[in-house]
Nanobody, 122 residues
Framework: QVQLVESGGGLVQPGGSLRLSCTAS????????VGWYRQAPGKEREMVAQ??????????SVKGRFTISRDNARDTAKGFVYLQMYNLKPEDTALYYC?????????????WGQGTQVTVSS
């Protein structure tokens, strides 16, 4: 079982910034697609951003404000995928989850972190 652990959430005022990080308990060789999802109270979980290779994808509401990045040269236990969030809005308030699809020995399996809370409020 792969453990994903998010960090970096918190309370921020509208217009502020946060950077989310995710660590993994497996080698980069076993990691395929990675991304960030979020779930607000009373709403379904939605994809925020995902990355594979040099290809990134964002949900429309965060385009131009959020940037996903992946560090393939770093120990996954110290962080391998990040979400830089600028110009945060109250509607960005949600529990943010790190997500990955496995590769190689973990092919076909998907994993989720426990989530980190982001609250945007004045």
């Amino acid at each position: 079982q792969v453990q994903l652990v998010e960090s970096g959430g918190g309370l921020v005022q509208p217009g502020g910034s946060l950077r989310l990080s995710c660590t993994a308990s497996t080698s980069l060789l076993n990691i395929g697609y990675v991304g960030w999802y979020r779930q607000a109270p009373g709403k379904e979980r939605e994809m925020v951003a995902q990355i594979t290779g040099d290809i990134t994808e964002y949900t429309d509401s965060v385009k131009g404000r959020f940037t996903i990045s992946r560090d393939n040269a770093r120990d996954t236990a110290k962080g391998f995928v990040y979400l830089q969030m600028y110009n945060l809005k109250p509607e960005d308030t949600a529990l943010y989850y790190c997500h990955m699809w496995g590769s190689r020995s973990l092919r076909g399996r998907r994993f989720w972190g426990q989530g980190t809370q982001v609250t945007v409020s004045s």
